[in-house]
């Protein structure tokens, strides 16, 4: 069953662990790792990853990413986010509280 753009953004607002998906080059498999995001509904997605990171690198070089938030229980269900960079700039405590 396919969700709505409001119960997808507040599925995406609930505490998650995100799967964050980036090209990393012509030939080479997209790079999957984990990642803890932030979101508020309405909002823009908010990743954490450190300022030289394999994952920065790759996200800078390509320009954007993909992001999968799931839940499996009770039962499976997940939300996948794709879209342009907007910014890349320095995190702090704050910012990520």
């Given amino acids: 069953m396919a969700l709505s753009q409001q119960e997808r953004e507040d599925f995406l607002a609930e505490p998650h662990t995100g799967s964050l998906a980036v090209a990393e080059g012509s030939g080479r498999a997209p790079l999957a790792v984990p990642i803890w995001y932030h979101y508020e509904p309405g909002g823009e997605l908010w990743i954490n990853t450190g300022a030289d990171t394999r994952k920065t690198r790759a996200i800078r070089a390509?320009?954007?990413f993909s992001m999968l938030a799931q839940r499996t229980e009770p039962t499976?269900?997940?939300v996948?986010?794709?879209g342009p960079v907007l910014s890349i700039e320095p995190g702090s405590v704050e910012s990520s509280g």
């Fill in 76 to 78: 499976v269900r997940y």
């Fill in 80 to 82: 996948s986010v794709e």
């Fill in 62 to 64: 390509a320009g954007r």
